[in-house]
T-cell receptor, first 115, second 113 residues
Framework: GAGVSQSPSNKVTEKGKDVELRCDPI?????LYWYRQSLGQGLEFLIY????????KSGLPSDRFSAERTGGSVSTLTIQRTQQEDSAVYLC?????????????FGPGTRLLVL | AQSVTQLGSHVSVSEGALVLLRCNYS??????LFWYVQYPNQGLQLLLK??????LVKGINGFEAEFKKSETSFHLTKPSAHMSDAAEYFC???????????FGTGTSLTVIP
């Protein structure tokens, strides 16, 4: 079956613009995660969705970042008034359930460059 | 609170030599531990995971890792490196809530022919 897909694969934007990043999880996966991978850094947890529950937003770096998940499936990560330090690869992952032992399946990422 | 420390951001080994990538964790509860691999221009994929069953875990491509509670470690090993093993390796820890995963900063493995 299809894996996790993300779009766009690359995004170049100007400082101050808003961007939207999309994630399509694997069908049937109830948990969805967003991470940020900056050069030379590990994966930084951003936000987590489990089914229709309120998301865990504790990892969002600022109020310019927000995310939603419609119908328990597709998710959109929005960055408002982008800054150069937002440049990174944004990764989405999904898992079958919310238990900590579940394997996460990652998408290919969206590479964001803020000029 | 949980965290993961990967010692050595870059590791180089000769083809055929032992691969050892180090991971130490900090967790206030029994952890679940993972190794993920990111090959060049590819997404992350699971290499292996520890979920409180056997302490020696075998993964794909000949890799294995041993959970050592006394040392709070989960080092990744492979007896003989292959050129195709060149990649970025990430250790991760989670608890039983699944709310958050904590990833290490990664170790870049280079295999020298």
């Amino acid at each position: 079956g299809a894996g996790v897909s993300q779009s766009p694969s690359n995004k170049v934007t100007e400082k101050g613009k808003d961007v939207e990043l999309r994630c399509d999880p694997i069908s049937g996966h109830t948990a969805l995660y967003w991470y940020r991978q900056s050069l030379g850094q590990g994966l930084e947890f951003l936000i987590y969705f489990q089914g229709n529950s309120a998301p865990d937003k504790s990892g969002l770096p600022s109020d310019r970042f927000s995310a939603e998940r419609t119908g328990g499936s597709v998710s959109t990560l929005t960055i408002q008034r982008t800054q150069q330090e937002d440049s990174a690869v944004y990764l989405c992952a999904s898992s079958l359930g919310a238990l900590g032992q579940e394997t996460q399946y990652f998408g290919p990422g969206t590479r964001l460059l803020v000029l | 609170a949980q965290s993961v420390t990967q010692l050595g951001s870059h590791v180089s080994v000769s083809e055929g030599a032992l691969v050892l990538l180090r991971c130490n964790y900090s967790s206030s509860v029994p952890p679940y531990l993972f190794w993920y691999v990111q090959y060049p221009n590819q997404g992350l994929q699971l290499l292996l995971k520890y979920t409180s069953a056997a302490t020696l875990v075998k993964g794909i491509n000949g890799f294995e890792a041993e959970f050592k509670k006394s040392e709070t470690s989960f080092h990744l090993t492979k007896p003989s490196a292959h050129m195709s093993d060149a990649a970025e390796y990430f250790c991760a820890v989670s608890d039983n809530t699944g709310n958050q995963f904590y990833f290490g900063t990664g170790t870049s493995l280079t295999v020298i022919p």
